[in-house]
């Protein structure tokens, strides 16, 4: 059909989110070696257009303010060659320890999003 498989746009919202925390100062490496994890716990992706193959893709990604121990981050996946947006959405993340259990977000972590 010469599109991108729907899949992949919640792959180049990770891509975001991973690229994002880089240039606050983390990377997810970091992140886990303080026991602190982020995994998503709701995901929501509107399509607008289809991207196609070979389409060079913008990410523009944005974080909420955290919470205790949740965060949230907002998608806008652009065509760069017209700057038509592909894709809206969003992930909810909840910080958990190594074990799986909720634990509160540390203030390093916190701050970077201030």
């Known amino acids: 059909m010469g599109v991108a498989y729907y ?12 690229d994002l925390l880089r240039q606050l100062g983390a990377s997810y490496r970091e992140i886990e070696s303080r026991d602190v994890f982020l995994p998503v716990v709701e995901v929501h992706c ?23 121990a949740r965060l949230g981050f907002d998608y806008r996946l652009v065509r760069a060659e017209d700057e038509i947006v592909l894709a809206t ?3 909810h993340h909840v910080a958990t320890n190594a074990e799986g259990r909720v634990r509160r977000l540390p203030q390093t972590i916190v701050e970077l999003f201030e």
């Open 46 to 68: 509107k399509y607008h257009q289809s991207a196609r193959y070979d389409d060079v893709i913008e990410i523009h990604t944005s974080a909420s303010r955290p919470t205790r």
């Open 89 to 91: 959405g969003s992930t």
């Open 7 to 18: 899949g992949n746009y919640l792959t180049w919202f990770e891509v975001g989110r991973t």
